[in-house]
């Protein structure tokens, strides 16, 4: 089983930078694709990033500001987040599949306001 666990979440006033982590459980870790999505209240899920074989997706809401990337050695996914902005305020979830295998970590709050 793997297992992901957030963290890097928090307050950032608009314009600021945030980095989240995803620690991942597992020695399979580098089989796995590997992705971020984000929930806020009255909004439906929305998934920002993603890195699997078919490649490194952006959602548009977010593309060229935020950067996926991953640390096999370290068992981490990150997602770096520039020119932070308001609506970008949400529970932050971090996501591995593999062939029928999905798994989500349990969120991280990422609130963007001055």
């Known amino acids: 089983q793997v297992q992901l666990v957030e963290s890097g979440g928090g307050l950032v006033q608009p314009g600021g930078s945030l980095r989240l982590s995803c620690a991942a459980s597992?020695?399979?870790?580098?089989?796995?694709?590997m992705g971020w999505c984000r929930q806020a209240p009255g909004k439906q899920r929305e998934c920002v990033a993603s890195m699997s074989n078919r490649g490194t997706t952006y959602a548009d809401s977010v593309k060229g500001r935020f950067t996926i990337s991953r640390d096999n050695t370290k068992n981490t996914v990150y997602l770096q987040m520039n020119s932070l902005r308001p609506e970008d305020t949400a529970v932050y979830y971090c996501r591995g599949w593999f062939g029928n295998l999905d798994y989500w970590g349990q969120g991280t709050q990422v609130t963007v306001s001055s």
């Open positions: 597992g020695r399979f870790f580098s089989s796995y694709n």
